[in-house]
């Protein structure tokens, strides 16, 4: 029996091949939650019935069935590239590094992510220790957030559209114990082209957020009340904020005012692999503008601000990349 408390609970997840059939989960997650919705809409209709002043509980229909939720984590040095994959979009096949057992996983953000979602099961404790198995069908990913702060690990949450809720069995969990990536192991560069980025000092909290906008209520006849794939039908956002110490006014406030465009990177890199391999977390984004970022003088402490930004296509580069460097031989 488990522990009757959140402590005993669990999270599973699994690609799937086909939208909305389940697979079993493949792999288990250590989360700080993975909070779930399930939305089935109900009509109930009543017509004039000779003196009824109710209705009848026979016309309650359940009409649609869906759902939405999140997974909020810290991100580890291995295990995290099927979150990752499902939130750019792209296929990703690990690729070695010489004969070091470092793997390298480049995701792209793509327009659209079609065919690509997950079964997520989450295991609720009874306080008597039962486990149940939620277990969502069609999740995919819509957004994606990652940040970290002064002596923080970096956290990410992933947010999922759901097609359904189906019964399964709930499957024996094996949670590998994992290490985060912290703050200490962090850095920001920027440079004026994609490419020359360099480091920035008087950083101490960033974060970044890629968000798809989809289409969600694909409810067509013949479908048994769930949905079709949600698709791509707006831009996607991709863009964040930096807190910054006032250090230096041409880094971050006169490219604002100027709006000045400019590549950022932000990277953390942690262990030793083998030879020139370090576990790594990089993110990229070939061209940013900062949307906000002038200095105020509000008392007496050291001037600090936050600069929100968007990044944008540069007509060449993509939208924006994730670099995994791990020992993960797949994703």
């Known amino acids: 029996m488990a522990i009757g408390s959140g402590i005993g609970g669990q999270c599973g997840i699994a690609p799937e091949v086909t939208y909305g059939t389940y697979v079993a989960p493949t792999r288990f997650l250590e989360v700080e939650g993975a909070?779930?919705?399930?939305?089935?809409?109900?009509?109930?209709?009543?017509?004039?019935?000779?003196?009824?002043?109710?209705?009848?509980?026979?016309?309650?229909?359940?009409?649609?069935?869906q759902g939405s939720g999140s997974i909020s984590l810290e991100v580890a040095t291995t295990k995290m590239g099927l979150l990752l994959e499902q939130l750019m979009g792209t296929p990703v096949t690990p690729v070695q590094e010489g004969a070091t057992p470092a793997y390298r996983q480049t995701h792209v953000l793509t327009g659209d992510a079609a065919g690509r979602s997950m079964s997520i099961q989450v295991g609720i404790p009874r306080t008597t220790g039962v486990v149940d198995a939620y277990t969502y069908v069609g999740a995919k990913c819509v957004k994606g957030t990652f940040s970290a702060g002064v002596g923080e690990t970096l956290k990410a949450k992933f947010e999922y559209d759901?097609?359904?809720?189906?019964?399964?069995?709930?499957?024996?969990?094996?949670?590998?114990?994992l290490t985060p990536f912290h703050w200490a192991q962090s850095v920001l560069k920027i440079g004026?082209?994609?490419?020359?980025?360099?480091?920035?000092?008087?950083?101490?909290?960033?974060?970044?957020?890629?968000?798809?906008?989809?289409?969600?209520?694909?409810?067509?006849?013949g479908s048994g009340g769930v949905k079709a794939e949600p698709i791509t039908n707006d831009l996607i956002e991709v863009g964040g904020s930096l807190t910054v110490d006032y250090l230096d006014k041409t880094v971050f406030v006169d490219r604002f005012l100027n709006n000045?465009?400019?590549?950022?990177?932000?990277?953390?890199?942690?262990?030793?692999?083998?030879?020139?391999?370090?576990?790594?977390?990089?993110?990229?984004?070939?061209?940013?503008?900062?949307?906000?970022?002038?200095?105020?003088?509000?008392?007496?402490?050291?001037?600090?601000?936050?600069?929100?930004?968007?990044a944008y296509l540069d007509g060449v580069n993509p939208h924006a990349v994730i670099e995994y460097i791990c020992t993960d031989v797949t994703v």
Not at 36 to 52: C, D, H, L, Q
Not at 162 to 177: C, G, H, K, N, Y
């Open 162 to 177: 759901v097609r359904d809720m189906v019964t399964q069995t709930l499957a024996a969990a094996s949670i590998p114990s």
């Open 35 to 65: 909070p779930f919705e399930f939305a089935p809409e109900f009509t109930s209709t009543s017509g004039i019935a000779a003196g009824r002043t109710g209705m009848l509980a026979s016309r309650r229909q359940a009409t649609t069935r």
């Open 260 to 310: 000045t465009g400019f590549s950022l990177v932000w990277e953390f890199v942690g262990a030793n692999i083998s030879g020139a391999y370090n576990e790594t977390l990089r993110f990229k984004l070939p061209k940013v503008f900062l949307d906000g970022g002038v200095p105020s003088l509000e008392g007496l402490d050291v001037i600090s601000g936050e600069f929100p930004f968007k």
């Open 192 to 221: 004026a082209v994609y490419g020359s980025e360099v480091a920035v000092d008087g950083v101490s909290e960033a974060e970044v957020e890629i968000a798809r906008a989809v289409k969600d209520d694909r409810f067509y006849m």
